[in-house]
């Protein structure tokens, strides 16, 4: 079983629609959560940066943790075909010596 | 511009050939990172550094080699002994101060091809 699980998709939705993606992990010690953005041929973009339990919002993005359930999801308010690119859902403890990654998640927002 | 910069963006290695990546940044980071990513599995880990003349092993460090001899540069080399070198390499950079755990930042990554 690996560490995060991510869906890989594709996911396929028309313009101005709301978008959820979602990751689920097994290591309880995880504290930092990471969404990345990352475009064909391109390095990933951060996106958001969480700590612990609770909500980020910027602009039209929404990052949720939810400890308790191992699981983060990330909301995309009235998505754009620009927004079209794979999601990287990534996270560590205060001590690893890197990320561990999900395998991510292809977004296609239709026009 | 601060960031990071791999070079080159395509890199083909004939059968038996070092090939050797290219990974600066200009952002001060202490830590430095080089990932594989091959389709649907995600960014895997092939070695890491936190401070200069300093690496470790990552998940999957065989048939690599790095160097840090200064703190913008952190080369990665495939060795003939990865048999399967075909995938895209992400160089990414962390500052490691005293503020709260900080995120990693991406280059736009190398991608290499068996010819």
């Not at chain 2, 840090?68 to 101060?97: H, M």
Request: charged content about 20%; proline content about 5%; aromatic content about 12%.
């Amino acid at each position: 079983q690996k560490e995060v699980e991510q869906d890989p998709g594709p996911l396929s939705v028309p313009e101005g629609a709301i978008v959820s993606l979602n990751c689920t992990y097994s290591n309880s010690a995880f504290q930092y959560f990471m969404w990345y953005r990352q475009y064909s041929r391109k390095g990933p973009e951060l996106l958001m940066y969480t700590y612990s339990s609770g909500n980020k919002e910027d602009g039209r993005f929404t990052a949720q943790v939810d400890k308790s359930s191992k699981y983060i999801s990330l909301f995309i308010r009235d998505s754009q075909p620009s927004d079209s690119a794979t999601y990287l859902c990534a996270m560590t403890d205060t001590g690893r010596r890197a990320l561990t990654f999900g395998s991510g998640t292809r977004l296609q927002v239709q026009p | 511009d601060g960031g990071i910069t791999q070079s080159p963006k395509y890199l083909f290695r004939k059968e038996g050939q070092n090939v050797t990546l290219s990974c600066e940044q200009n952002l001060n980071h202490d830590a430095m990172y080089w990932y594989r990513q091959d389709p649907g599995q995600g960014l895997r880990l092939i070695y890491y550094s936190q401070i200069v003349n300093d690496f470790q092993k990552g998940d999957i460090a065989e048939g690599y080699s790095v160097s840090r001899e200064k703190k913008e540069s952190f080369p990665l080399t495939v060795t003939s002994a990865q048999k399967n070198p075909t995938a895209f390499y992400l160089c990414a950079s962390r500052d490691l101060g005293t503020r709260s755990n900080q995120p990693q930042h991406f280059g736009d990554g190398t991608r290499l091809s068996i010819l």
